[in-house]
């Protein structure tokens, strides 16, 4: 004998092959019959269940199985004791009309409508819709809301002197102008032996644009002063060369328009004696024209 247990399947060798002893249908078992099983269901009126253990119906007079097998009451099936109504009398159909002949002509608030009103149309929820939508957009004061009213009206008339609210109106225009010219003057004192150097003078542009330079020479005699050197305030840096600005002399240095972080200028001497240096230096602001901001 060999048994496979993955498909549960039992086989015998008769001597030339194996032979299934697998039970596939109820026939195969001798001495057992369909009555020997319990049944499947309990079943309880109308069900019932047959010798053969097959579900069935238990018809009534009134229901029988049409030639489809569908379930269907035969015509005259239903007497009239097997319905259940109770029949109204005459003056209990007289009553029911004299409510509707006094519903329809009634005014005293039946669906709560207050005596004296009327139920709206759809037409009158139209007109009102109409008019509440043309109100959001009216401009003509629909409520005649004035300042002495109360409401939303106080709140507008406090606006005004709310400072809370919103800021304070000016009372003048703004007005500024930057005078130009040759201004802020500094100056440079030292001395000088035989020898050439750069000496420098600090900002000289109060944060506006400057144009030009003035140097003078205030008596340093044989004190050369032939270029001079200027730096932005974004660190790049520009060599003039210019005249010699001798003893007693000035000189006015043009250059392009630029907010100036640092002059200096070189000095020269062929004395092998001490000599003084003073020097003057103005920067040349550039002019803006006077402008308003009127509010």
Not at 68 to 91: H, V
Not at 95 to 116: C, E, K, N, P
Not at 225 to 242: K, L, Q
């Amino acid at each position: 004998m060999w048994y496979e247990p993955d498909s549960n399947t039992s086989y015998v060798y008769d001597g030339a092959s194996w032979i299934e002893m697998t039970v596939t249908a109820h026939s195969q078992l001798s001495g057992i019959t369909d009555s020997d099983h319990h049944n499947p269901v309990t079943t309880a009126d109308p069900l019932t269940v047959d010798a053969g253990q097959g579900l069935g119906l238990s018809l009534a007079s009134m229901l029988t199985v049409d030639a489809d097998g569908n379930l269907s009451i035969p015509d005259n099936s239903l007497a009239e004791s097997l319905l259940s109504f109770d029949t109204a009398t005459q003056s209990e159909l007289d009553s029911v009309s004299t409510d509707l002949s006094d519903h329809a002509g009634s005014t005293g608030g039946i669906h709560g409508v207050a005596s004296g009103d009327t139920v709206a149309g759809q037409s009158d929820v139209d007109t009102v819709s109409s008019n509440l939508s043309d109100h959001e957009s009216d401009t003509t004061n629909p409520h005649n809301v004035t300042d002495d009213q109360t409401g939303a009206a106080t709140a507008l008339s406090n606006h005004a002197s709310d400072n809370s609210a919103h800021h304070s109106r000016p009372t003048s225009t703004q007005s500024e102008s930057i005078s130009g010219g040759y201004t802020n003057p500094q100056t440079h004192t030292g001395s000088i032996v035989d020898n050439t150097k750069w000496v420098t003078v600090g900002t000289l542009s109060n944060g506006n644009f400057v144009d030009g330079l003035r140097i003078s020479n205030d008596g340093s005699q044989y004190v050369d002063v032939t270029r001079s050197r200027i730096t932005d305030t974004g660190g790049s840096t520009t060599t003039i060369n210019h005249s010699n600005v001798a003893g007693g002399n000035t000189l006015e240095i043009p250059f392009s328009s630029q907010p100036v972080e640092k002059v200096e200028s070189e000095i020269s001497t062929s004395y092998n004696s001490d000599r003084d240096v003073d020097l003057t230096y103005e920067p040349h602001v550039v002019t803006l024209p006077s402008h308003n901001h009127g509010v």
